[in-house]
């Protein structure tokens, strides 16, 4: 996948969950310009967005009627660039899921996206050449540390409930997965978050049990021109 029309700048400060400033150097100015961007990542991020620290941008596509003329695509971290923009997870995960480089979805295609099942609206349900069907709920993971990537970096309800969902749904003889998309390419291993979610952690060890796929899949994006590739790595060792 490519992002292009990309931006650099700094970030500032981050005065909401879904707001950024940053600072880009403008020409006309001959200086530092403050800006606002739409980050659309619920996690903390406190381990990546750091005073001063380089961001990727793109214009908004749809700028009418919005607080904010750019979103946030990725920030750096060490020499590595990190997405965090779940905007983009769908079309990532799709891509993966039909590229074959996953056995347990080999001969799947996606049928829909955003199906409800139960009270949930799970990401994918897949259909394969046997015409049977699979949920795969798709997440983001952006905290990396020591080669070590963990699921959520802030409590998350939410997932926990998709997760119970799609262990119900094992029971109810429906195949389903959970695909991490581990946004940088320095992972080698992939274990939930327990120190910070628990409770996530908990329902994820017991769907895993139970018979839910758990694949977590690592990334690199490389930024070149005014681009940003995201290309998929290799499967990641899962603890649990």
């Not at 961007?37 to 381990?47: N, Q």
């Not at 069907?133 to 998709?162: I, N, Q, S």
């Not at 018979?211 to 060792?237: A, M, T, W």
Request: glycine share 6%; aromatic share 8%.
């Amino acid at each position: 996948m490519i992002v292009s029309n990309i931006i650099e700048g700094n970030f500032v400060e981050r005065p909401n969950r879904f707001t950024v400033v940053f600072k880009t150097n403008s020409e006309l100015n001959k200086g530092p310009v403050l800006e606002k961007a739409h980050l659309r990542d619920p996690g903390r991020l406190k381990e990546l967005l750091l005073p001063d620290v380089a961001l990727l941008l793109r214009p908004a596509l749809n700028p009418d009627g919005r607080k904010t003329k750019y979103d946030v695509v990725a920030v750096k971290k060490d020499d590595l660039w990190v997405l965090i923009n779940s905007g983009f997870h769908s079309d990532i995960a799709q891509d993966l899921i039909e590229s074959g480089r996953i056995g347990e979805f080999s001969d799947c295609s996606v049928e829909r996206r955003e199906y409800t099942y139960g009270k949930s609206r799970i990401d994918f349900l897949l259909a394969d050449d046997n015409d049977e069907r699979m949920l795969v709920e798709v997440k983001g993971c952006t905290l990396v540390e020591d080669g070590l990537a963990r699921f959520p970096d802030a409590p998350t309800t939410r997932g926990k409930k998709h997760v119970e969902e799609l262990t119900r749904a094992v029971g109810e003889g429906l195949k389903s997965a959970i695909l991490f998309l581990v946004l940088s390419e320095d992972a080698c291993r992939f274990t939930p978050n327990r120190v910070t979610d628990p409770e996530f952690s908990q329902a994820l060890e017991l769907a895993h049990e139970r018979g839910v796929v758990v694949v977590p899949y690592s990334f690199k994006n490389i930024y070149i021109g005014d681009k940003l590739e995201i290309k998929p790595v290799k499967r990641i060792k899962l603890d649990l």
